[in-house]
């Protein structure tokens, strides 16, 4: 009787917590309603099957960062190669996207609506928004201006989409591909980062 009663309670709970977690997650229609501050530029790539399938995020459950592993590129020249995906042609086709990009000097493009999937995180594209980030050199190490945009960006969409900074990942922690290299190879540097989004979020 008591492991019925007991497997009985932590139904209920596991029922209280799915529901408290549904509520809490943004649904596609609320991410239409999100407006999109001034210092964030739009600048979406074509719809194709390729790097903007038109496929709907109904919720978002992480923000997954990225580096563009081409040193020294402009977020204009990765906003453009994603949109020319549109033109491919041959068998040897790509599928690649973000629905943000850092430029070195801090500029942020968003290349697609906040509730378009970017194929950008493998299995976890359905329920994440991705920020692709330019770095100068092959370290991976990003400029303080990216650095700096890169924080904002991410408080903002924590704030928007009630996340915390435990939902923001790595490309790496998907897939264990390196990337962002340089929050692979320095631990310490990825901890600081989730700490300033936090500073972050409780400032604004």
């Not at 790097?51 to 906003?79: C, D, F, W």
Request: overall charge negative; aromatic content about 8%; charged content about 25%.
């Amino acid at each position: 009787m008591i492991a019925i009663m007991a497997g009985i309670f932590l139904l209920i709970l596991l029922g209280i917590i799915w529901l408290v977690e549904l509520i809490r997650k943004p649904k596609q229609e609320e991410l239409n309603t999100i407006v999109i501050p001034d210092w964030i530029e739009q600048n979406y790539i074509r719809s194709n099957e390729f790097s903007r399938p038109g496929k709907k995020l109904e919720r978002v459950n992480g923000i997954v960062v990225h580096y563009v592993g081409n040193p020294g590129t402009t977020a204009v020249q990765n906003r453009n190669y994603f949109d020319s995906l549109a033109d491919q042609t041959g068998d040897n086709k790509v599928s690649v996207s973000s629905n943000f990009i850092i430029g070195l000097e801090g500029e942020i493009i968003q290349c697609m609506p906040l509730d378009e999937v970017a194929y950008a995180s493998n299995h976890r594209n359905s329920d994440t928004l991705s920020i692709e980030c330019c770095h100068p050199d092959a370290t991976g190490e990003f400029t303080p201006e990216t650095y700096e945009s890169l924080v904002k960006l991410t408080a903002w969409l924590c704030k928007e989409l009630d996340l915390g900074p435990g939902d923001v990942i790595r490309h790496y922690d998907v897939t264990k591909k390196k990337c962002p290299l340089y929050f692979v190879d320095h631990q310490d540097a990825w901890k600081k980062f989730r700490a300033d989004v936090k500073k972050k979020i409780k400032e604004e």
